[in-house]
């Protein structure tokens, strides 16, 4: 959430930015339409206290304060309901107030976007920055991931539709050991990297998920419990990213890095009619989650230090890929700067994101009440926070099945994950 006082000091920077996005810049105007209103009301109980004590104090200075009292009674009891109506504005308007108009227009606002973001509306815009390793020319007619992994016995969508409808899949036999094994390759190297794992809870109360951005702008794609008021989590970025939150972090824990592995479910599978085959788009995947809390200063670093963690696991499974700065237009709403990873499916003939790495700066950390302090006697101060995935599972296998399928409809594993899998080659 955008810091109110960031809104009043530099209104057109907002506008910008969410002109930028492609969104409506108005929405400013009548947020400092509230907010002067709101400090109106503020101004006027104080000026209404000030003057009720000054004919308070009137009365105790005068000679007849029986005869004064008398007198300055009614103004009295005037200013009395002036501070009262005042302040019950003031109240109903304010920042910090749940359901008050300020506060909505402030919680719907996304992340003010950094200088460095290229411009742009869609993801046609996105600017690659580097490329890692060269797509394979086949000799042979390659196939879709989702034709190996039936032919080879991994993958079983009609079961999968069976017992839960479309947009679902069943990992079976080696298909299964080989999700473990990518699970388990990429919490190591999260380990070896210094992040500390998490088994989080993967349902969340209402005040989790909104402190992490996800409500309500997003809260039709995620699935949910009514009665317990409780929601599936849709990237394990959530438990997260809010698991400190309402603390006060030592300075000597930052960076704080975290990796968790967990499934995650979401209603909205993508545009209808695109990826509806596969791994591409599911209701429930699997993903292992990078999460860093920063200090503000060090947080561009830390993008760019998180990113490399996921783009080394790619490295190390050879698999090509690209990574490309993405546009104003196409930057997610918690995002000040946001990178993805996009790895080679030759069955698109084209990258696919397999991860977005973004720095989301003081932005969720505002909701989730997530801060340090410098010093001991040091004012608390808010972190940034930071995430991308590392990576997700699924589309890992879409990957590794694609590239490194043979002309006899074999997959070769890269060789990291031997020891990982127990197996080297998936053969029909």
């Not at 919490?187 to 809870?201: F, K, M, N, T």
């Not at 209701?283 to 809390?293: M, Y």
């Amino acid at each position: 959430m955008l810091d109110i006082a960031v809104v009043r000091r530099d209104p057109d920077r907002v506008r910008r930015s969410l002109v930028r996005r492609g969104l409506d810049a108005s929405v400013v105007d009548e947020l400092l339409r509230y907010d002067e209103e709101y400090r109106s009301a503020l101004t006027e109980v104080e000026r209404a206290k000030a003057e009720k004590n000054r004919l308070s104090a009137s009365i105790g200075e005068a000679r007849d304060k029986a005869a004064a009292a008398r007198e300055l009674r009614p103004a009295i009891d005037e200013l009395s309901q002036r501070i009262n109506a005042s302040e019950e504005r003031a109240d109903a308007l304010a920042p910090a107030r749940t359901g008050s108009p300020l506060r909505a227009l402030l919680e719907n606002l996304p992340n003010l976007l950094d200088n460095s973001v290229p411009d742009g509306s869609d993801e046609s815009a996105n600017v690659e920055l580097r490329r890692w390793g060269e797509p394979r020319r086949f000799d042979f007619t390659p196939k879709p991931h989702w034709e190996l992994g039936e032919n080879l016995g991994v993958l079983d969508f009609a079961r999968a539709a069976k017992l839960s409808g479309s947009r679902f899949a069943l990992l079976h036999a080696a298909g299964a050991r080989l999700s473990r094994a990518l699970e388990t390759f990429f919490l190591d190297r999260a380990r070896s990297h210094g992040y500390v794992e998490i088994a989080p809870p993967l349902l969340v109360s209402r005040k989790t998920m909104w402190s992490t951005g996800q409500l309500s702008k997003f809260s039709d794609a995620m699935f949910a419990d009514a009665d317990a008021d409780l929601f599936m989590i849709p990237t394990s970025e959530v438990p997260l990213t809010a698991l400190r939150g309402g603390e006060i972090l030592d300075t000597s824990e930052l960076p704080l890095k975290l990796v968790a592995r967990t499934p995650c479910f979401r209603k909205e599978a993508g545009a209808a009619g695109k990826d509806t085959r596969g791994l591409m788009r599911l209701h429930q995947f699997d993903k292992v989650e990078l999460v860093w809390l920063a200090a503000p200063e060090a947080s561009v670093e830390a993008h760019e230090a998180l990113t490399r963690d996921a783009e080394s696991l790619l490295q190390e499974l050879e698999l090509p890929y690209r990574v490309v700065a993405v546009c104003a237009g196409d930057a997610g709403f918690n995002a000040a700067k946001q990178y993805d990873i996009e790895v080679w499916v030759p069955s698109s003939d084209s990258y696919r994101e397999i991860s977005s790495c973004s720095n989301c700066t003081d932005f969720q950390a505002r909701r989730a009440m997530l801060r340090f302090r410098r010093e001991t006697a040091s004012k608390p101060e808010l972190v940034h926070t930071l995430n991308g995935s590392g990576l997700a599972i699924g589309r890992t296998l879409i990957a590794i099945l694609e590239n490194n399928q043979q002309a006899d409809g074999s997959i070769t594993l890269p060789p990291v994950l031997h020891p990982y899998a127990g197996f080297t080659r998936l053969s029909p």
